[in-house]
């Protein structure tokens, strides 16, 4: 089955920095790659997701890129700011094929120091 | 509108009992998941119900977990003869049609096996 890394597992950050995440699929049949954010106590909620016909996205700080030949797919956040702090989980789908489900990274940590 | 919804918000049960979680999705979301999250950790995927297709139970740990969903709304997870390693919290979520729509989650049920 569909097999997600997610790196790096903790990111400290000063504020005005910015932040990357990377995760890697194994299932090259992937569609759909969406990015959560989870503040501490509360649920996860969707921040931006990119589908497997574009290659970049952007909303406002945040923006995502996909590189479908390599396998891989990044967050960006640009201009970091102290609420921004949570843990961040990148997620993928293969809608209509052998998994229809969503299957999570283990998420990253990001921290970001005032 | 109403967001997804679970109860109880906090259960405390004895190793070996039985234990019902419920998951009230957004109404008119055809699309519904659970999955479990343990203590600093990421979301592991148990079930998807998609419409009225048979539900995905690749990620149930094993046979003591089942869910159901009513008239195709109501969910409930139930877990038998429960275990410590049993201990998370357990997340709710309902998209509109399928896994590549926004998932939009309930506030979890923290289930504490004694």
């Known amino acids: 089955g569909e097999n997600v890394e997610q790196h790096p597992s903790t990111l400290s950050v000063q504020e005005g920095d910015s932040a990357v995440i990377k995760c890697t699929y194994s299932d090259s049949a992937s569609n759909y790659f969406p990015w959560y954010k989870q503040e501490l106590g509360k649920r996860p909620q969707l921040i931006i997701d990119i589908r497997s016909n574009v290659g970049e996205k952007k909303d406002q700080r945040i923006a995502v890129t996909l590189n479908k030949t390599a396998k891989h797919f990044s967050l960006h956040i640009t201009e970091t700011q102290p609420e921004d702090s949570a843990v961040y989980f990148c997620a993928v789908s293969n809608y209509g094929g052998s998994q229809g489900n969503l299957i999570f990274g283990k998420g990253t940590k990001l921290s970001v120091k005032p | 509108g109403a967001g997804v919804s679970q109860s109880p918000s906090n259960k405390v049960t004895e190793k070996g009992k039985d234990v019902e979680l419920r998951c009230d999705p957004i109404s008119g979301h055809t699309a519904l998941y659970w999955y479990r999250q343990s203590l600093g950790q990421g979301l592991e995927f148990l079930i998807y119900f998609q419409g009225n297709s048979a539900p995905d139970k690749s990620g149930l740990p094993s046979d003591r977990f089942s869910a159901e969903r009513t008239g195709g709304s109501v969910s409930t997870l139930t877990i038998q003869r429960t275990q410590q390693e049993d201990s998370a919290v357990y997340l709710c979520?309902?998209?509109?049609?399928?896994?590549?729509?926004?998932?939009?989650f309930g506030p979890g049920t923290r289930l504490t096996v004694l």
């Open positions: 979520a309902s998209s509109l049609f399928d896994s590549t729509d926004t998932q939009y």
